[in-house]
Each structure stands twice: as structure tokens, then as C-alpha cells.
């Protein structure tokens, strides 16, 4: 399962205002078998849901098994790749930047989002995080992430006192 933070914005709790769900993106996973991918299940999840998005999450979150390998990622993507071509992967890459020598962008991941405020990113900015990945991806995230007409502005803490 996602960590807890994200079962809330898909929709997995009991409060649906505002959630993925509620917007009508559904939702499966599947569960890992000994804290790593069951291959045999996602071949199963991923040809009978032919999902728009395969999501990844590098991370452990709050559970116990190991984080995610740039090498196990890399094993990831190719699988969905080839099982379901029309899939974009999605990487959840927070607490994985600059842990490894490359990243899931150069192995096909077709969209990676992370942090700027954790781990090694700590200390880089005051808020918020990245995207990075085929154009035209990124650009959805942005408009969908930012009100229309206000894609080239952000925050404005430089000009702000700090509390």
C-alpha cells in the first residue's frame, strides 16, 4: 500500500472529499511479496486494469522493507514497459534523490516527482519539491498543480519575513 499521506489523496479513507477517487481515477496495487515486486500478480493487476499510470514508490514510507534500488527500479519500468506499453510510469522518488548515480528518468520512468525539503534535498529550498520527466507530462502536472493562468508564478517566501 502507499504510505498513509497518499492513501488520503487517492481516496483509501473514508473521506472522499477532494481525493483522486472522487474524481474518478481508480485505484489498485499490488502487494508486495517478501518486500519485493510479485511479477507474477502486477502481469495479472497491469493486464487486466491496462492502467493510464503505474505509479512506484521508491521509498519504504513507514513500512519496514527495504528502499527501492536505482537497479530494481530500472528491473520495474522495463516490466511495465513491456507488459503495458501505453502505461506511463510514474516514480514517487522522495528520499531517493542523489542516493544512487542515476536516476529512474534515464532507465524510461516517464514522470519522477520528489522533495526539496528532505533528506538531501533539505536545505536546497524553504517548500516544495520537483517534476521532472517527458515534457509534455511535466506540463500536465503543471497545470494541473497550479491555478490557470498562473503556471510561470510561485511562491513568493523570498519577499516574505520568515516567522
Do not use: W
Not at 477517487?21 to 487486466?48: C, H, M, Q, T, W
Not at 511535466?138 to 519577499?159: K, M, S, Y
Amino acid at each position: 500500500m502507499p504510505y498513509d499521506t497518499l492513501q488520503k489523496v487517492i481516496g483509501l479513507t473514508d473521506d472522499k472529499r477532494g481525493t483522486l477517487a472522487e474524481k474518478g481515477v481508480k485505484f489498485s496495487y499490488v502487494p508486495l511479496k517478501d518486500n519485493l515486486v510479485d511479477y507474477d500478480e502486477a502481469e495479472k493487476i497491469l493486464r487486466r486494469d491496462q492502467p493510464k499510470v503505474v505509479a512506484i514508490q521508491r521509498s519504504r514510507g513507514y513500512s519496514t522493507r527495504k528502499t527501492f534500488t536505482i537497479d530494481q527500479i530500472k528491473e520495474m519500468i522495463a516490466f511495465v514497459k513491456k507488459v503495458s506499453p501505453q502505461s506511463i510510469v510514474f516514480i514517487d522518488n522522495c528520499y531517493g534523490e542523489f542516493s544512487e548515480k542515476h536516476e529512474a528518468t534515464e532507465y524510461g520512468a516517464d514522470l519522477m516527482a520528489g522533495s526539496l525539503i528532505k533528506n538531501a534535498g533539505g536545505g536546497l529550498a524553504k517548500m516544495g519539491g520537483y517534476i521532472v520527466g517527458k515534457k509534455d507530462l511535466v506540463e500536465n502536472a503543471r497545470l494541473v498543480l497550479t491555478a490557470p493562468g498562473c503556471t510561470d508564478e510561485g511562491a513568493t517566501i523570498g519577499n516574505l519575513h520568515d516567522f
